[in-house]
């Protein structure tokens, strides 16, 4: 065969002809590591008592608050996923039978709510749409009916990712503060600390839980938890408290170590802070807010511009409430499990699949934490490749989209 005539009928068989490279990651958490930060957690075991490992674990303790916004809160650290610090703020703050109001929008916020069911506190579920935000009416007009304050905590997140939904935590605090009620008000931040705009203080948040594999960027391991003075006050009269996830056990320490109830989670503690250099070293929270805002709106003209009836849509009707973390792309007639295995297959790009109610209708895009054009438009790319193979409807090409917000946005 000639250099010029092109693959050969063998060759043009073959599945998975063109995935040898780099697998590229666009799924909602994990996110793409960085390799200084893969490269820190390859330190060998140091110390866990005195020196450098002290220094670093005391420095990351000191950056902690400012991730979220907040100079008040008190911060935690517990060895887990994001589920981890979930069970950490209920355990802390209710009592058995006390009773919590978890806001629909999604998968987690109910999540949260079975988590602390199972712990033995009652859940009220404010029904909501999987396609809009949390209404804060509808908040307000619940809470103004708990006459007795019977209702102690109010569970959110700010992004959904199942949804792709970003919830309005300013409004939903004014919700609160409106209906006159002393609940805590908690949210989830796990996929949008690090993407999204998050102000603990200025928005008054009680409790705020995340977890570093996402916008972060540090593998899974790490959960977080920031109490207000407030929530901390609720901690007196919780009977739920449990050893290793006790408040008092990791604030009242006489060791370094007990900080963690235990052996320090040594390698990510040395991810933690390199990527904590990496957000410094970009400009700060507020210049990867933007990056991550610019990229977002790629993505999503990227689907408006494929988007046609019987086709592919954004999932959140309601512009802005689409986060900037991740998109949830319904997909109409074509079969999103069949897209994401010729993306995979053939092209080494994993995509985030549909989860509960959206199973079998949808696909995710997580555009989160360490990613900038060259990756985002390389998955858009063979996003809408994967829709050539399929023959699957669409309005036009998302990429050229997608390349003309980037584009724009350009400082030249």
């Known amino acids: 065969m000639s250099a010029d005539s092109g693959p050969s009928s063998a060759d043009a068989s073959r599945p998975g002809r063109l995935r ?39 420095e ?23 589920h981890g610090p979930w069970q950490m703020a209920v355990c802390n703050t209710m009592s058995r039978g006390d009773k919590v109001l978890a806001l629909e929008s999604g998968h987690f916020a109910i999540a949260w709510g079975e988590m602390a069911e199972m712990s033995g506190v009652d859940v009220e579920i404010l029904d909501g749409s999987l396609r809009d935000p949390v209404d804060p009416e509808a908040l307000k007009s619940r ?3 708990d006459t007795n304050h ?7 997140v700010q992004t959904d990712t199942g949804t792709s939904v970003r919830n309005d935590v300013p409004a939903l605090r004014k919700a609160i503060d409106d ?7 908690m949210v989830d931040c796990i996929a949008s600390l690090g993407c999204e705009p998050f102000e603990m203080d200025a928005w008054g948040v009680d409790l705020m839980v995340s977890a570093s594999q996402k916008g972060l960027m540090v593998p899974p391991g790490l959960g977080f938890l920031w109490a207000s003075p407030k929530a901390m006050a609720a901690y007196e009269s919780a009977d739920l408290k449990v050893g290793y996830l006790d408040w008092d056990q990791r604030t009242n320490v006489n060791a370094h170590y007990e900080l963690y109830s235990g052996t320090p989670p040594i390698s990510h503690l040395y991810a933690m802070r390199e990527a904590m250099n990496i957000i410094d070293e970009e400009g700060g929270l507020e210049a990867v807010w933007e990056r991550h805002a610019i990229l977002a709106s790629a993505v999503r003209a990227a689907v408006e511009t494929w988007a046609t009836p019987g086709g592919i849509e954004l999932n959140i009707t309601n512009p802005a409430a689409r986060s900037d973390a991740v998109t949830t792309v319904l997909t109409g007639s074509i079969d999103p499990d069949r897209l ?12 985030g699949l549909g989860i509960g109610s959206f199973d079998g209708r ?14 985002l438009l390389g998955a858009l790319a063979t996003i809408e490749a994967g829709l050539i193979a399929l023959d699957a409807p669409m309005g036009g090409s ?15």
């Open 20 to 58: 040898h490279g780099r697998q590229t990651l666009a799924i909602p958490g994990p996110s793409v590591m960085p390799d200084r930060v893969l490269a820190a957690m390859a330190t060998a075991m140091p110390n866990i008592y005195e020196g450098e490992l002290v220094e670093i674990s005391d």
């Open 60 to 82: 990351v303790f000191e950056r902690l608050p400012a991730l979220a916004r907040t100079t008040t809160a008190e911060s935690f650290v517990i060895m887990s996923n994001g």
């Open 143 to 145: 809470l103004l009916a």
């Open 150 to 156: 019977e209702i102690k905590a109010v569970l959110c």
């Open 179 to 185: 209906a006159g009620h002393p609940a805590l008000f």
């Open 340 to 351: 994401r295995d010729i993306c995979e297959q053939e092209a080494a790009l994993t995509l």
């Open 362 to 375: 949808a696909f995710r895009i997580g555009h989160m934490g360490h990613l900038n054009p060259p990756m």
């Open 398 to 412: 998302g990429v050229a989209a997608a390349a003309g917000v980037i584009g724009r946005s350009f400082a030249i």
